[in-house]
């Protein structure tokens, strides 16, 4: 997200001042970057019943922090850590995350519901998802792995980030790149 001159990585971290020789720093950052970018606007989403574009910013958040912070696929991260098991994570993942991501719709007559009483059911081989359930329930587990996040898990989430983001980082701390005002010609 650009602010004015600023390019930031997450709420609180600038691109210009992440340091991708400082693990520790990076950590914080991404755990910023995971909760203000992803679960924070999912909660707001919820507060205002907006089921569908929740679950599509928790299933974006889901496949960022998974690939970012462990050797799982995103659906196996979350049987993992919802303790769901991993065919229904897998058909969950397929029909809510590829569906919302690819198609703008949930496949296979899945659905979203506030009513449901946990994060996943399955009747009749349809399933439901309650997406406050689903986000405290990721979240709850994210946080948990960042609380035990060792030297070695944020040296790979540094690596990784590194990876997927130094050109950012460079860009940032070089000349500020602006946005001038729409041309007025006509092609």
Known sequence: MKIGDTLFFSPKHAFRDLDFTNPDQIALAFQDRVDGFYFAPAERLIGSNDAFAAGLVIFAGVEFLATTSSESEP????????KIDHAVTAKVWEYFRHGLSHEGRVKGSAQFSFETGKVVVESEGIF????????QG???AFQDRCARMDANRKQLVTDRLKR???REARAA??????VSAPSTETF
């Open 75 to 82: 659906s196996a991260w979350l049987a993992d850590n919802l």
């Open 128 to 135: 439901v998802i309650n997406p406050d359930h689903l986000l």
């Open 138 to 140: 990721v979240r709850t």
């Open 164 to 166: 997927h983001f130094e």
């Open 173 to 178: 701390k070089s000349e500020p790149f602006t």
